[in-house]
């Protein structure tokens, strides 16, 4: 599609060794994008490059904790001296977990704040200080469409989805000026095994079985399936290109219809 191209850019993608990380990447290197993955498992990093080098893609990895500044900072100044710029950052790094609040520790607490929030100001401010302006810079930031209405025991995990808006949306317009755009995108159900570790928890917690619980979740998408990873790796890079580049402050669903808010 024209202006969908990522060729001479350098996209860099926390969280990408697995999951919608990984699918993102992907997406991005099939494009054309060079692309730099970051986690904090090395073992999922190493997983990445294999699969990449199967299909004949190349990419960068280094292990970064987002919660560390100190390293956010590090990588990102790497990012730049090897591939000379970051054109795009992907903010996908996240935890999960349910937890009712009265029994909550305050580390699940922090633990998921300082990851799905707090990384990706980390993240943002590093990429920014050294994003060009006016030259297609991108930040897209990964929420969920528990970013959009709440669930019962997942109180830290949709504080965390809902703030990540709130933070796309403020930031679009700081950075506007310079030509930079700022989205999100908010998944349903995705196929990974973050998702299946959350549908173990609610079939535990419900007294079912998995499969069950899953019957059940699909069942409530009118379209009746969950988001595989590459699409979301599409959207990610419909958002990153010359296509969308009077686009931003949106948080955009991609969850087969489950909810239109």
């Known amino acids: ?13 926390t969280g990408g060794g697995t999951g919608i990380g990984a699918g993102i990447a992907e997406a991005f290197a099939e494009a054309g994008a060079t692309v730099a993955i970051t986690s904090r498992n090395a073992d999922h990093l190493k997983g990445a490059e ?10 960068w990895t280094q292990v970064a904790d987002v919660t560390r500044p100190n390293e956010v ?6 990012i730049v001296k090897r591939f000379g710029k970051v054109d795009i950052l992907v903010n996908n790094a996240g935890v999960s977990g349910p ?3 009265a029994e909550m520790e305050d580390a699940h607490w922090r633990k998921i704040i300082e990851t799905n929030l707090t990384g990706p100001f980390y993240c943002s401010r590093s990429a920014l200080r050294r994003m060009q302006d006016h030259a297609q810079g991108r ?16 109180t830290a995990y949709c ?14 317009l700081e950075v506007a000026e310079r030509g930079i755009t700022v989205n999100a995108i908010c998944p349903g159900w995705v196929d990974t095994a973050m998702a299946q570790e959350g549908i173990e928890a609610a079939a535990r917690a419900m007294k079912i079985t998995p499969e069950a619980f899953r019957k059940t979740a699909v069942e409530a998408v009118p379209l009746k399936r969950f988001t595989e990873p590459r699409e979301v790796g599409a959207l990610a890079v419909y958002l990153a290109s010359e296509a969308a580049s009077n686009m931003t402050g949106q948080a955009s669903n991609l969850c087969g219809g489950a909810t239109t808010a």
């Open 50 to 59: 294999e699969r990449f080098s199967e299909k004949g893609l190349s990419v």
């Open 73 to 78: 900072d590090s990588v990102c100044g790497e």
């Open 159 to 172: 504080a965390t989805k809902h703030g990540i808006i709130g933070f796309t949306r403020a930031l679009a």
């Open 139 to 154: 930040i897209i930031n990964i929420s969920s469409v528990l970013g959009k209405f709440g669930v019962a025991g997942y």
């Open 99 to 101: 937890a009712p609040l």
């Open 1 to 13: 599609m024209r202006g969908m191209e990522m060729k001479d850019r350098v996209a860099w993608v």
